[in-house]
């Protein structure tokens, strides 16, 4: 069964579209069947080029990408969810939408903070650098994630689980 992840930050441009790509590329590697999502409370509209550049960078293919609002994955047809995971402190301290899990059960939730990879100093090297320093420690997180035995964890380990990754 499909393990669907959505990862939401306010505008769905930057932090949360590196998320998906990282996640949805390693799960691919590995050959586990992980499927990441991304959503913003409000969404920008436009995926960041830098955040495009920091993914294609890595081989990851983006054309389908988009910034989509968090409302799509309550609404009827939205993937099941296992997991909900904010990446932006102001995502983290909204009040999410209702989202249903696989079993009818609400999916867990968990925050793991970034800075901003757009507010970085030093014109567009620095922010290319921040985006690739972003991306790496997603990827280094998401890896941990899929170490995970999520098909077996009851929902208090794979909670306790994800918030230890948070906090490496």
Same mark, same amino acid.
């Given at each position: 069964? /499909?393990?669907?992840?959505?990862?939401?930050?306010?505008?769905?441009? $930057?932090?949360?579209?590196?998320?998906?790509?990282? =996640? &949805?590329? =390693?799960? +691919?590697?590995?050959? =586990?069947? #992980? *499927?990441?999502?991304? $959503?913003?409370? +409000?969404?920008? %509209?436009?995926? &960041?080029?830098? +955040?495009?550049?920091? =993914?294609?960078? +890595?081989?990851?293919?983006?054309?389908?990408?988009?910034? *989509?609002?968090?409302?799509?994955?309550?609404?009827? %047809?939205?993937?099941?969810?296992?997991?909900? @995971?904010? #990446?932006?402190?102001?995502?983290?301290?909204?009040?999410?939408?209702?989202?249903?899990?696989?079993?009818?059960?609400?999916?867990? *939730?968990?925050?793991?903070?970034?800075?901003?990879?757009?507010?970085?100093?030093?014109?567009?090297?620095?922010?290319?650098?921040?985006?690739?320093?972003?991306? !790496? $420690? @997603?990827?280094?997180?998401?890896? !941990?994630?899929?170490?995970?035995?999520?098909? /077996?964890?009851?929902?208090?380990?794979? !909670? $306790?689980?994800? #918030?230890?990754? %948070?906090?490496?």
């Amino acid at each position: 069964m /499909t393990a669907h992840v959505l990862i939401l930050c306010t505008h769905n441009s $930057a932090r949360s579209v590196l998320s998906e790509g990282m =996640l &949805n590329h =390693l799960a +691919a590697k590995v050959g =586990l069947d #992980v *499927k990441a999502h991304s $959503a913003g409370s +409000a969404p920008s %509209g436009r995926i &960041n080029p830098f +955040a495009i550049e920091a =993914l294609k960078g +890595a081989g990851i293919d983006t054309s389908a990408y988009r910034s *989509k609002s968090w409302d799509e994955f309550s609404a009827d %047809g939205a993937p099941p969810l296992s997991i909900v @995971i904010t #990446v932006c402190d102001s995502a983290a301290a909204e009040t999410c939408p209702v989202f249903f899990g696989g079993t009818g059960h609400q999916p867990v *939730k968990v925050h793991w903070g970034y800075p901003d990879p757009s507010n970085a100093e030093g014109g567009d090297d620095g922010k290319r650098r921040a985006f690739e320093l972003t991306r !790496q $420690a @997603i990827g280094y997180r998401m890896l !941990q994630l899929l170490a995970l035995p999520l098909n /077996t964890m009851n929902r208090a380990a794979l !909670q $306790a689980a994800l #918030v230890e990754i %948070g906090r490496s």
